[in-house]
């Protein structure tokens, strides 16, 4: 079992900066592939990034490539989301997800542990 716990979260005006944390304890997180998604109101949950369990990839939406960037710190047991240039459109819940290894890591099917979320609104 794993729980994470997101954080960072909160009111940025559009093209300011936001850094998303998620804390992960239970199993060894290392082991786990990590991953970021987000629901707008009205809009199915949908993949930002994600980065496997080794760090050695990394993968970005098309929609936040060049702009967000995702890096991990097994030492902290901590995954991050650096947001920058941000949109009114990234306006969204944010979850932080872990996910088994060997599964993909871009769609929700490829995590099992995912935490509750935290708010990011931008304004115009």
């Known amino acids: 079992q794993v729980q994470v716990v997101e954080s960072g979260g909160g009111l940025v005006q559009a093209g300011g900066s936001l850094r998303l944390s998620c804390a992960a304890s239970g199993r060894t997180f290392s082991g786990f592939n990590m991953g970021w998604f987000r629901q707008a109101p009205g809009k199915e949950r949908e993949f930002v990034a994600a980065?496997?369990?080794?760090?050695?990839?990394?993968y970005y939406a098309d929609s936040v490539k060049g702009r967000f960037t995702i890096s991990r710190d097994d030492a902290k047991n901590t995954v991050y989301l650096q947001m920058n240039s941000l949109k009114p459109e990234d306006t969204a819940v944010y979850y932080c997800?872990?996910?088994?290894?060997?599964?993909?890591?871009?769609?929700?099917?490829?995590?099992?542990?995912w935490g509750q979320g935290t708010q990011v609104t931008v304004s115009s």
């Open positions: 997800a872990a996910g088994d290894p060997r599964w993909v890591v871009t769609t929700s099917r490829g995590y099992e542990y």
């Open positions: 980065i496997r369990w080794n760090g050695g990839n990394t």
